[in-house]
Every structure is written in structure tokens, then in C-alpha cells.
């Protein structure tokens, strides 16, 4: 029984981080193809942000114990929470293009690198939101993502792989404004799902419980 919990409340965890990022990328594809304009982020730069917010992290967060009860609407309380923030990221990256385009004189590859930062930093966001009820070692796999972003973003090498240029210090500034902006968004959106959806006390499972019919 306790192996059961365990796997169904992880996937419920670990499907808003591939749902979130289903629609903000149906979203993307639709605007950008709409507008005509060039899709934000080039392929190898989408692996490096979806290893950092999604992949490594779902890793993790898959195999820890979790002792919630199963409740009906797994499908339900996902979408509630995937589907909002994804548009919220969405939302962000295209704030950000909105404003190289309107500004104007900046290069392709640092409009790029700024729709790179802003998703990474949302992402990351709903990465915590998900992770809740906060443990030292969750605290741990979202502060190692932040240290890998931040790598990713600093040391050479990956800069020149994964073709990242910083943003010229406006571009940057719109970047993090609305990266901040979304977070915030984000955050907001937890509280409510929380209160909507509250989750029950962990139960503890004991022999006696299992055998009972």
C-alpha cells in the first residue's frame, strides 16, 4: 500500500512539470507561427532548459517516498495547476520577444539567450511549487538546478555548445522583469491550487491496516 501511494501521488507531482511544459510549448508554436516570427530558442538550447526544469529534477522527485492518500481527479488537479502555468511561461518568453522585437538593434542569438533565461527562471519556479511540502532534500534538487542554470550560463564552454550570448544589459533587465513578474504568477497560482485541492494528511501505514479488509 505504501509503494502504491508512493507511485500514484509522484506521478501526479511529476506530471505538471511535462504538462506545464506540453502547453507553453503548443502555446509558443502557435503565437510565434501566427506572428511569422522565429521560434525563441533553438533545439539544443530547449534540451538544456527541459534537462534542467523537467528531466533531472522528475528523476528525483519520482523515486521519493510519499505517503498522501490516493483521492479521485488525478487528471483534473494536474491539468488545474499544468495547464496555467504553462501559459504563464508562455506568457513570459513572449513578453520578453515582444520587447526585443519593439527595441529593436539586438542580436538573434541574445534575444534567444534572454527568452532562455526567462523560461529557465519560470520553469524553475513551478519546479518548487510542485515540490511542495518543502523538504531539505527537495530544497537540495531545485538548488542544484539553479546551480546548473547558472553554469550553463557562465562558463564557456557551455555557452559556446548550447550558443548562448549574454543579452546587452536592457534586453537582460526585461528578461528577469518579466521572469519576475510570471514567477510571482506562478506562486499565486500554487496558493490557489493548494486551497482548491488541499492535500490530505500523509497516512501512516501500519500491517494491521493492510490486512484489514
Not at 506540453?22 to 530558442?41: E, H, K, N, Q, R
Not at 526567462?118 to 523538504?135: C, D, G, Q
Not at 546548473?148 to 555557452?159: D, E, H, K, R, S
Amino acid at each position: 500500500m505504501a509503494e502504491g501511494r508512493q507511485v500514484i501521488a509522484n506521478i501526479e507531482r511529476v506530471s505538471v512539470l511535462f504538462l506545464s511544459k506540453t502547453t507553453y510549448a503548443v502555446v509558443l508554436s502557435i503565437v510565434f507561427g501566427a506572428l511569422m516570427w522565429s521560434f525563441p530558442f533553438l533545439p539544443r538550447q530547449l534540451s538544456a532548459t527541459d534537462g534542467l526544469t523537467i528531466g533531472i529534477p522528475a528523476f528525483f522527485l519520482a523515486l521519493m517516498s510519499n505517503p498522501r492518500r490516493y483521492k479521485p481527479g488525478f487528471l483534473k488537479r494536474s491539468l488545474a495547476m499544468a495547464v496555467p502555468a504553462g501559459i504563464i511561461v508562455a506568457t513570459a518568453v513572449l513578453a520578453v520577444q515582444v520587447y526585443s522585437v519593439a527595441a529593436g538593434g539586438f542580436s538573434a542569438g541574445a534575444s534567444r539567450t534572454a527568452s532562455v533565461v526567462t523560461l529557465s527562471l519560470v520553469a524553475l519556479s513551478v519546479l518548487a511549487a510542485v515540490s511542495r511540502p518543502v523538504s531539505a532534500l527537495r530544497m537540495a534538487i531545485i538548488a542544484a538546478m539553479c546551480l546548473g542554470l547558472v553554469l550553463l550560463m557562465t562558463v564557456p564552454i557551455l555557452q559556446e555548445f548550447f550558443m548562448l550570448e549574454w543579452p546587452p544589459p536592457e534586453l537582460t533587465i526585461a528578461s528577469f522583469a518579466a521572469a519576475s513578474v510570471a514567477i510571482l504568477a506562478v506562486l499565486a497560482l500554487s496558493q490557489v491550487h493548494a486551497r482548491r485541492y488541499p492535500v490530505d494528511r500523509p497516512a501512516k501505514v501500519t500491517q494491521n491496516s493492510v490486512a484489514r479488509p
